[in-house]
């Protein structure tokens, strides 16, 4: 089967979508699928291109073919609504010319994989699709234009609204819409009227190479570890993620024998690294995002991994570093409501604990009160690795996917 993904991020040695979308064009090529891949240049999250990537045309080949295109790619620290938007149209129009390629040349795909973000190359890849009688899924990992209207992102009332019902209206066009958690799913039906069925394709980890292990001495530079509480946020940071609540709670702590610890890269991170001095927070440490290789190791570090969603952004993205946080064995504290779907799977599953989302105050209670609780820390651990093992296998949800695939290019799912 010929299968075309088309996704603005896909690097193996990345994180979030990124990394999913390779994992995919890897799974479903090492099944003997003829698999292409139309990306931008692997440039996150650090915002910049990632070496030896030059950032124009050119094809990558391993198991696999990868497009790449050359894409816009603001200022880490200067990225506006405006800079974004022009991002994502610089990807979308990048791919035209690869797609009338194969269009005038008749080496169209059985069907094609639009992974939503972002939103114009979704939109082009379901235009070419359509005029060429290909099959296609949007697989959905942000509901993006909902997200945007709810954290305020578009000042623009006119224009938020705007792509909101353009949204609308891809997702209800697709041949069929899959997404990662039962209540984004809920979200997509309602903002399509209920116009069809979406299916669920879970995000994975990888289990084999992201195991538990005992918390180091010393580890990237930090001393000390097993002698403190340590509380860790891992992954990308972003202006509307809410991650000051992190300074917040880490001022509230200064007396505790608590130290955080945040890695990874972002827009947001100068910010952060400018509040820990003016503030003089001399519990709080920084690390860059550390290769694969390394995960299992950063996450070991951490007795509590902090996953920060704000109220406003409810269902309308899951933190994909959960995965990882579940593999590794570690406890969770979500800032999240009871019935969001993140703050559901972390409750129901015995993942760790919840806080009331924008209340340091709320959360800064919660870990004191784990740190006094190391037996219930403990069963957590446990819960989340068989949690981890039962669930999150990439073969266990790409098989799911594989399934519709087969469905639809026969015609038999509707």
């Known amino acids: 089967m010929k299968i075309l993904i ?5 690097d193996r040695d990345s994180v979030g979508i990124a990394k999913y979308t390779a994992d995919m064009a890897e799974w479903f090529s090492q099944k003997g699928n003829d698999v292409e891949v139309i ?14 990537y030059k950032n124009w045309f050119f094809q990558e080949l391993s198991r696999y073919k990868t497009y790449y295109v050359p894409t816009y790619i603001p200022n880490i620290n ?11 149209a610089s990807f979308g129009l990048a791919i035209i010319p690869i797609l009338i390629k194969k269009s005038l040349k008749r080496e169209n795909p059985d069907i094609s994989i639009l992974i939503y973000p972002s939103m114009p190359s979704v939109i082009i ?65 309602k903002i399509t009227n209920n116009s069809k069925k979406v299916l669920i394709v879970h995000n994975w980890a990888d289990i084999e190479n992201i195991v538990p292990c005992k918390k180091p001495v010393s580890a990237f530079g930090l001393n000390n570890l ?39 890269d972002g827009p947001y991170k100068n910010a952060l690294i400018r509040g820990v001095i003016e503030q003089n927070l001399s519990n709080v440490a920084f690390l860059p995002r550390q290769d694969a290789s390394e995960l299992s190791k950063l996450l070991s570090i ?34 999240a409501t009871p019935d969001s779907g993140l703050g559901n799977t972390v409750v129901k599953n015995a993942l760790g604990i919840i806080s009331t989302p924008e209340n340091p105050e709320d959360l800064a209670e919660k870990i004191i009160g784990l740190i006094s609780d190391i037996d219930r820390m403990s069963y957590y651990s446990k819960k989340s690795r068989e949690y981890a093992e039962q669930n999150l296998s990439i073969g266990s949800s790409l098989e799911n996917l594989e399934s519709i695939i087969k469905k639809i290019v026969k015609g038999d799912l509707k």
Do not use: C
């Open 6 to 10: 088309v996704s603005i991020y896909s």
């Open 39 to 52: 990306a931008a240049v692997p440039h996150y999250p650090e915002w910049k291109v990632h070496t030896p």
């Open 78 to 88: 200067n990225i506006s609504t405006l800079r974004r938007l022009i991002y994502e």
């Open 125 to 189: 890849g379901y235009i070419y699709s359509k005029m060429n009688n290909v099959r296609s899924i949007i697989h959905v990992q942000d509901l993006q234009a909902a997200a945007a209207d709810s954290l305020k992102m578009v000042k623009v009332r006119f224009l938020s609204g705007m792509l909101k019902k353009i949204e609308s209206i891809i997702l209800s066009k697709s041949d069929q819409v899959t997404t990662i958690t039962p209540k984004m799913a809920e979200n997509i039906e």
């Open 226 to 264: 097993d002698e403190q509480f340590n509380i860790m946020y891992a992954g990308s940071m972003g202006e509307k993620q809410g991650l000051h609540i992190i300074l917040e709670v880490a001022k509230i702590l200064q007396r505790e024998p608590v130290k955080f610890i945040i890695s990874g």
């Open 302 to 335: 951490a007795d509590v991994h902090l996953i920060i969603q704000r109220k406003d952004a409810t269902d309308l993205v899951m933190p994909s570093k959960l995965t990882n946080i579940a593999a590794a064995g570690r406890t969770v504290i979500a800032t």
